[in-house]
């Protein structure tokens, strides 16, 4: 995954308690929450498909996805709409309000000891002030 | 220059290009003597010259250079088209489309030589300078020109001045080494007091010695034919001079002296070429357009038509009048608009059928076997994605009537059959499909040699064997892994035929069917939908979800009692039309959890695969709708027994049940 040099911008959201953050150039928008299609014989954090202003885009639960515990959805919980060249895919996310600047060398290499489903997924931590927020890797996420 | 961005542009018009090339010289093949048909043969090579030169593809241009050089000579006359020509014209296309197909994989020119083709090029070339030695008809070679309207209405308005107009043809000595250059003379010769508006080659063509010997020229001017003819004589190396004054108009029209029956054909000739020309107008007024745009554009349309459904859904006390009437205008316009983006979606089938001839006509040569390909219907339309997925079927079916279809010669004279085969290629509208037909005069399919094989390949038992009804057994043909043909040829007959073309054809949405008559011939029938984007829809609940089963596959819905239900070997069947009917819960077929089925009457959609039934518990119905399909993605791309979703009224999706992966 390449990041532009002068453009380290990353959509951070809430998962958990927890900030994750994805590459801004892969988001291609924000949603609230709406009514989500089930689609029978896929994997259980495929929650189903939405209708996105006429385009049907698959949903997927991060939280599910990561093996974190359930949640009911909220007026906070969101939808991030990620693209890699022409799948699309949303994310259900506890919630997501900010845009941050991560410079490069605030990232480091994901710690060994995470899980290795969840380390394919992650492209590094970003550490800003005294916080530390997870960067997914969405093109592995999805074409993986 | 960066080439790249023009590629793609290159490529589609270099495509078109030949697909034109094949088109003209097989139609040349058949009147060799057709000007105009040659003189399209030339631009379009010309044209493909000047496209790769400027792409940089330099064999490409290269050949089309030397393919140039014959034609050219064909047009002059020093070169008559025979099958030999022909063929290795078709060859340099070969290579052509070769070229451009590897061209638009890699972007890149292929390395394969040209040289092989050249040389064939160039002994056309040398055996047309050894034939030319011989005298010639040069009637033929004295073809004249064609005025066009403007050049007519010089030679009025000239004659009516009282200025001559005459026709004069030089005939350069055989030794003259610039022939261009003595050309060049004499058109500054003549200038001088002349008005030279036509000649034969053109400028262009002389300058760049495109001519044999001779050339002609028209010219308007006030000097006699005596002086002319003596100035002209004055340059050397012109052997000869011919002159001839046109009076009037009629006789420009008829110069040469044939019989007034040429004149006849040369005036059809040039009406024939305005109609082509008109047609080829129409087709010049069109816009290329990527079909994702298109697809953008259907989907903005459909997203209109959900939005447009659901403002009617207001309730319609709480409006005035005016907003019911902007309601309903809003409603004809989306309609309209619906109408106009699907037919912009609509390609006729001339774009599958076109390539067809010549593949006909190679295989028929390769196997010795005389076959006419009659094709109709071509301007039928299809969606473009259809469009795209119809053509390998159907060479398929084409390949197969050609080689186990017809039978070769002798065998056909021996039926009292003519010994040229037929092929009809047939399209037509029937309702809302298209239906496809690939006929063959040929044999027929034979029963009993399908049994056989069928019994060989263990597909069947012998029992079975003998239960089979004809149609059954011609069914079986169909089966994966079936082949009759006794050699495997190159052509057909890798087992791998009419299964794949039956998968693919339903897999469009479509059904395929055969008729065969012993002796007389078979026919295959494709039966496909107008347009893959939107179909009539059947919606049902199950549970709490909606689904769409397409309306096509759909035989009937009928409604049972429960305890009529049967078990027989762990499958639920019942009792329909005197005939065992399996049932199958969609609820189970797509894991819906808050399924609960009434105790008494259920209702059950009836659906057919081929000419299987099968029938599907629902909860309940919703109605009849038209649907736009839309796939769900590549994220979630092969997902088992749903074949796309669909955006309801209220926004909602519903999924589109694939009844057929399920049957």
Known sequence: ?144 | MDINQYLEIFIEEAQDHLQHLNQNLLELESNPDDNDILNEIFRSAHTLKGMAGTMGFDSMMNLTHNMENILDAVRKGTLSISSGILDVLFECLDFLEDSVNYISETGKENEKSIEPLKKKLLNLMSNSINESDQPQSNDKNMDDFKFNQYDENVITQALAQGMKVYKIEVILSEGCMLKSARAFVVFKTLEKYAEIFKSLPAIEDIEDEKFDRSFKIALITNEDKEKIEKDLKNISEIQDIKIEQYKEIATVQNTSKTEVAATVEVSEDHDESEESHAKKNKVGKTVRVDINRLDNLMNLVSELIIIKTRLEGIDSDSRDQNMSEAVEYLERITTNLHDAVMKVRMVPIERVFNRFPRMVRDLSRELNKEVNLIISGEETELDRTVIDEIGDPLIHLIRNAIDHGIESKSERENSNKDTAGNIYLRAYQDGNSVVIEVEDDGKGINIDKIKKKALDNKLITQSEADGLSDKDATELIFHPGFSTADVISDISGRGVGLDVVKTKIESLGGTVEVESYKGKGSKFIIRLPLTLAIIQALLVTVGSEKYAIPLNSIKEIISIEKDKIRDIQGQEVILYRNSVLPILRLAEKLDVKDYNEDENELTVVVVKKGDKFSGFIVESLIGQQEIVIKSLGKYLAGIKNIAGATILGDGQVALIVDTNSMI
């Not at chain 1, 689609?39 to 209708?51: C, D, E, L, R, S």
């Open chain 1, 1 to 144: 995954m390449k990041f532009a040099d002068n453009n380290n911008q990353f959509v951070v959201f809430e998962l958990n308690g927890e900030e994750y953050g994805i590459d801004i150039l892969r988001v291609k928008t924000i949603e609230k929450m709406t009514n989500i299609t089930r689609v029978p014989k896929t994997a259980p954090y495929i929650k189903g498909v939405i209708n996105l202003r006429g385009e049907i885009v698959p949903i997927i639960d991060l939280r599910e996805k990561f093996n974190l515990e359930k949640k009911e959805n909220d007026d906070n919980t969101r939808i991030i709409i990620v693209y890699v060249d022409d799948i699309e895919v949303g994310l259900i996310v506890d919630s997501a309000s900010k845009v941050m600047d991560i410079k490069s060398d605030m990232i480091e290499a994901p710690p060994e000891s995470l899980g290795n489903s969840e380390q394919s997924n992650i492209y590094g931590i970003g550490k800003l002030d005294d916080k530390v927020i997870t960067l997914l890797d969405i093109e592995k996420m999805l074409t993986a």
